[in-house]
């Protein structure tokens, strides 16, 4: 074996290893110390993350306490990921790989659930300053960065911002007071492109009200606030609307008089527009079923369908055929939510930070 390795180039390995899954990886670490010292490389952990996961499409649910590993063609359970030991604990968006667990107010831990790892996060320093605090997490691919934003709020409608590296192990509040205006929000956040993105609104209530909206976006990697205004089209009267990651790209969903489009955000240079990506007519059928509906931000672009919650069942619906299809049930409908998972290496020398300990025991692991 030894003489193998060493007639194999390098970058050979690289490739062949990059398409193991992350747990498969964990024990080739000790097959050599040219395996090991690759498997740990940060270049390798970012090549891994988009060469393994670029074929493989499954997503992560939550109901009540448990988190369940399903696939996105057909909603198929292919296994039960882990399960917190208290309801009250809280999940946050996952970005590559790591979930953002919190159980109490000032106990935050990151948790790689596809190798067990995980990492408690210092509290935020607003906590200490009685802010209210939202939390969003998110990755600056110019760093390879795992990051968290908090949004302190103050009573006087100005928001202080703090950011936290996995990087650098610390927290940092940046310079300067932000617009309340900015962290209001519509529905839920979509990550795309080093960014975080939700459906925001003014208070201008001389505007109607679909005149109101606006895409909010905050980048991980410049640390800086964006709005971007929808398009005329998208502004219509009782036009429903919301918003999905298409490919790499944030995308807006709307349904109005009998028609759906669908819009790209799109950059030109420094300037950001939308891009009409598809227009059609639907049929009374779906119509109904598109605005009685409750979204999730899954969409499978081979099969032109969206994951759709309602009344506590699950699914699919084709934009195109306008096909609707019964997925699972759901007995509790307002504890399920759902998000595209990758497997990521993040987190698995125990060299990088502080593991839980028994004063933060609040994940049960299962089989993965």
């Not at 490389?41 to 970012?46: A, K, M, Q, T, Y």
């Not at 990492?119 to 795992?146: E, K, Q, R, W």
């Not at 459906?199 to 606006?214: A, E, M, N, T």
């Not at 109904?288 to 409750?294: D, G, K, P």
Request: charged share 25%.
């Amino acid at each position: 074996m030894a003489e193998a390795l060493v007639d194999l180039a390098m970058d050979l390995w690289t490739e062949i290893l990059a398409r193991l899954p992350a747990k498969s990886l964990m024990r080739f670490r000790c097959v050599c110390k040219s395996w090991c010292s690759l498997i740990d490389s940060s270049d390798f952990i970012v090549t891994h993350l988009h060469i393994y996961n670029k074929k493989r499409k499954s997503l992560i649910a939550k109901k009540e306490t448990e988190f369940t590993l399903y696939s996105i063609d057909a909603f198929k359970k292919i296994d039960k990921v882990f399960s917190t030991q208290k309801d009250h604990c809280n999940s946050y968006n996952n970005c590559f790989g790591l979930i953002l667990l919190q159980e109490t107010e000032d106990e935050f831990v990151f948790y790689n659930p596809c190798i067990r790892k995980s990492l408690v996060i210092p509290p935020c320093p607003f906590i200490s300053m009685g802010y209210t605090i939202l939390y969003y997490p998110g990755f600056a691919s110019s760093t390879n960065d795992h990051k968290i934003v908090a949004f302190g709020c103050r009573w006087n409608s100005e928001v202080s911002i703090a950011v936290y590296s996995l990087n650098d192990r610390l927290w940092r509040i940046k310079d300067g007071l932000f617009d309340e205006a900015h962290i209001r929000r519509y529905g839920c956040t979509y990550y795309s492109k080093s960014a975080t993105h939700w459906l925001g609104f003014d208070q201008d209530y001389s505007k109607p009200p679909v005149s109101r909206i606006h895409l909010v976006s905050f980048d991980f990697d410049s640390e800086e606030f964006s709005i971007t205004d929808f398009p005329d089209a998208l502004k219509q009267k009782d036009s429903l609307k919301f918003l999905f990651t298409l490919g790499e790209s944030i995308a807006a969903f709307s349904v109005c008089s009998m028609r759906i489009c669908i819009w790209v955000l799109v950059k030109d240079g420094g300037d950001r527009s939308w891009r009409l990506w598809y227009t059609g007519d639907t049929n009374l059928e779906a119509d109904q079923f598109l605005t009685r509906s409750f979204f999730m931000e899954i969409f499978n672009a081979e099969k032109n369908t969206f994951l759709v919650l309602k009344k506590g069942k699950v699914y699919s619906y084709n934009f195109r055929t306008h096909q609707i299809q019964h997925l699972e049930n759901y007995t509790d409908h307002n504890s399920k939510s759902s998000e595209v998972y990758v497997e990521n290496l993040v987190l698995h020398k125990r060299s990088q930070g502080k593991i839980w300990t028994d004063e933060f025991r609040t994940v049960q692991d299962c089989q993965f």
